[in-house]
């Protein structure tokens, strides 16, 4: 019966893998999700295999904890909207690092204080390092997941709850080293000392709760991708850990999946904004004053426009770019720019979509709105391939992308984005913004993009600003 176990392990990783590889085009990517959640399923079959003859398993509780979370978990997968999806994940991933770090308390209760061992739980090294790795790694993504959801639905802490998070970075910093320093000396002493009260591995959990918390309190909105992703491969090395502990093959294959995904994503994102990751976790920007404060001074008068000029506009254009951001997503205006550049590709206009990979709330977020609409792959342009684009487009129309077209973080050192690349909109002979108002973006950046002399400004919702200009178009 191993045999079958080992064979169902092995089909369910390449399943895994398959499924992952998927997830590199948005015409793959549910299949591929498809894919790997069917590996997930052998592997919990396998596993249910595994156990089957272990008389301290209490199967009511595993079949009542499988329909627990499928209630739990199915709902909000299909009821959330895409705007909300960024907490959702980040939700999700903290549900994951949580029960990592409940089965390491578990492990701590069930062997006494790692002092009695199952055989099968040999050798003990693996099962104390890794369930000690497991609470504390697992802890941490738990906290800073559930600070980050909070963060992205922002009407849970208050802005100037918010801003005064931020600007106590350097508290937060200073705690975090003692916490580390305290968690990792009370993990080492538990390591060393079997036996000893469960009292001790829930000290390493809140000592390492807190740290989550501490961790993510202080970083701005504009890091809070890198945050996701950097949150998300957390919880797959815990993962990886506990199944180490458990001596459980997918758990270890699962989690160093996540773990290096999410790691190379991480690091990709990262260079993206021209900073390090230690930089983003422990000198955030985001919610900060800027130059001019968030309000951004007097910059001078902003050149208001109506769809009809717009339309003018594009509909005599050679080439047109939609530069995507999160305010497309909040007013689900992606099907209604999909019907404005159908029709102005009808008038010989060419249309394309710079993405830039920090755009929105998630990774990803962008390209997965306009998937949605049916936007072809091959239109959206990622920001290496299109910035070259932008001297020679008539007309580029951003809506809602505001710190990722920022000029500041070109020209003024003293902005808190300086160096982070940008899309180059600012380079079109005509920029068209659309802006509910001239608020700044969720970094608290102000934008001079919006001041600029061939900027003109759409007020109002995207979804029925580009709902006029379509009907504008068709007059034309």
Same mark, same amino acid.
């Given at each position: 019966?191993?045999?079958?176990?080992?064979?169902?392990?092995i089909?369910?990783?390449?399943?895994?893998?398959?499924?992952?590889?998927?997830?590199t085009?948005?015409?793959?990517?549910?299949?591929?999700?498809w894919?790997?959640?069917?590996?997930?399923?052998i592997?919990?079959?396998?596993t249910?295999?595994?156990?089957?003859?272990t008389?301290?398993?209490n199967?009511?509780?595993?079949?009542?904890?499988?329909?627990?979370?499928?209630?739990?978990?199915?709902?909000?997968?299909k009821?959330?909207?895409?705007?909300a999806?960024?907490?959702?994940?980040?939700?999700f991933?903290g549900?994951?690092g949580?029960?990592?770090a409940?089965?390491?308390?578990?492990?701590?209760?069930?062997t006494?204080?790692?002092?009695?061992?199952?055989?099968?739980?040999?050798?003990?090294?693996?099962?104390?390092v890794?369930?000690?790795?497991?609470?504390?790694?697992?802890?941490?993504?738990?906290?800073?997941?559930l600070?980050?959801f909070?963060?992205l639905?922002?009407?849970?802490?208050?802005?100037?709850?918010?801003?005064?998070?931020?600007?106590?970075a350097?508290?937060?910093?200073?705690?975090?080293?003692?916490?580390?320093?305290?968690a990792?000396?009370?993990?080492?002493y538990?390591?060393?000392?079997?036996g000893?009260s469960?009292?001790?591995?829930?000290l390493?959990?809140?000592l390492?709760?807190?740290?989550?918390?501490?961790?993510?309190? /202080?970083? =701005? &909105?504009?890091?809070? +991708? !890198?945050?996701?992703?950097?949150?998300?491969?957390?919880?797959?090395?815990? @993962?990886a *850990?506990?199944?180490?502990?458990?001596?459980?093959?997918?758990?270890?294959?699962?989690?160093?999946i996540?773990?290096?995904?999410?790691?190379?994503?991480?690091?990709?994102?990262?260079?993206?904004?021209n900073?390090?990751?230690?930089?983003?976790?422990?000198?955030?920007?985001?919610?900060t004053?800027?130059?001019?404060g /968030?309000? =951004? &001074?007097?910059?001078g +008068? !902003?050149?208001a426009?109506?769809?009809?000029?717009?339309?003018?506009?594009? @509909?005599? *254009?050679n080439?047109?770019?939609v530069?995507?951001?999160?305010?497309?997503?909040?007013?689900?205006?992606?099907h209604?720019?999909?019907?404005?550049?159908?029709?102005?590709?009808?008038?010989?206009?060419?249309?394309?979509?710079?993405?830039?990979?920090v755009?929105?709330r998630?990774?990803g977020?962008?390209n997965?709105?306009?998937?949605?609409?049916?936007?072809?792959?091959?239109?959206?342009?990622?920001?290496?391939?299109?910035?070259?684009?932008?001297p020679?487009?008539?007309?580029?129309?951003?809506?809602?992308?505001?710190?990722?077209?920022?000029?500041?973080?070109?020209?003024?050192?003293?902005?808190?984005?300086?160096g982070?690349?940008?899309?180059n909109?600012?380079?079109?002979?005509?920029?068209?913004?659309?802006?509910?108002?001239?608020?700044?973006?969720?970094?608290?950046?102000?934008?001079?993009l919006?001041f600029?002399?061939?900027?003109?400004?759409?007020?109002?919702d995207?979804?029925?600003?580009?709902?006029?200009?379509?009907?504008?178009?068709?007059?034309?």
């Open positions: 019966m191993n045999y079958l176990v080992d064979v169902l392990y089909f369910a990783f390449a399943l895994f893998i398959y499924g992952l590889s998927g997830l085009g948005p015409k793959t990517a549910v299949r591929g999700n894919i790997a959640a069917t590996g997930m399923g592997a919990v079959i396998a249910l295999i595994k156990i089957r003859d008389a301290s398993i199967w009511i509780l595993i079949v009542a904890g499988l329909a627990v979370g499928v209630i739990l978990g199915v709902p909000p997968a009821k959330t909207k895409m705007t999806m960024p907490q959702l994940v980040a939700l991933n549900v994951g949580g029960t990592v409940l089965i390491a308390w578990a492990e701590f209760i069930e006494k204080g790692f002092s009695e061992f199952k055989p099968d739980q040999s050798p003990t090294v693996a099962l104390v890794g369930s000690l790795f497991a609470a504390v790694i697992g802890s941490v993504s738990f906290w800073g997941s600070v980050a909070a963060k639905q922002e009407n849970i802490i208050p802005k100037n709850v918010e801003k005064a998070f931020v600007k106590g350097k508290f937060f910093q200073a705690a975090n080293i003692v916490l580390l320093i305290a990792v000396a009370a993990a080492v538990i390591g060393l000392n079997k000893l469960v009292w001790w591995i829930v390493l959990l809140i390492a709760g807190i740290m989550g918390l501490f961790v993510v309190f /202080p970083i =701005g &909105g504009a890091d809070m +991708p !890198v945050v996701i992703s950097l949150l998300n491969a957390m919880t797959g090395l815990s @993962a *850990a506990a199944g180490l502990a458990l001596n459980n093959t997918a758990m270890i294959v699962a989690g160093m996540v773990g290096a995904s999410g790691s190379i994503l991480t690091n990709l994102m990262a260079v993206a904004m900073r390090s990751i230690p930089a983003i976790v422990f000198g955030s920007f985001g919610g004053d800027a130059v001019g /968030p309000a =951004g &001074g007097d910059q +008068p !902003v050149k426009t109506s769809a009809a000029d717009a339309a003018i506009q594009m @509909a005599y *254009a080439q047109v770019i530069v995507p951001g999160y305010g497309l997503a909040v007013a689900q205006a992606q209604a720019v999909k019907e404005m550049a159908d029709l102005l590709e009808s008038k010989g206009v060419e249309v394309k979509y710079a993405i830039h990979p755009a929105g998630m990774p977020h962008m997965v709105l306009l998937a949605e609409a049916d936007v072809a792959y091959d239109a959206m342009k990622e920001m290496d391939d299109i910035n070259g684009e932008f020679r487009t008539d007309v580029t129309l951003v809506i809602g992308a505001n710190d990722v077209t920022n000029p500041a973080a070109r020209t003024d050192p003293s902005s808190p984005i300086f982070m690349p940008i899309l909109v600012d380079q079109s002979r005509s920029v068209i913004v659309l802006k509910r108002s001239m608020s700044s973006g969720y970094a608290g950046i102000e934008n001079p919006f600029g002399p061939t900027t003109s400004m759409l007020f109002g995207a979804k029925k600003s580009v709902g006029e200009v379509t009907e504008e178009l068709k007059n034309l």
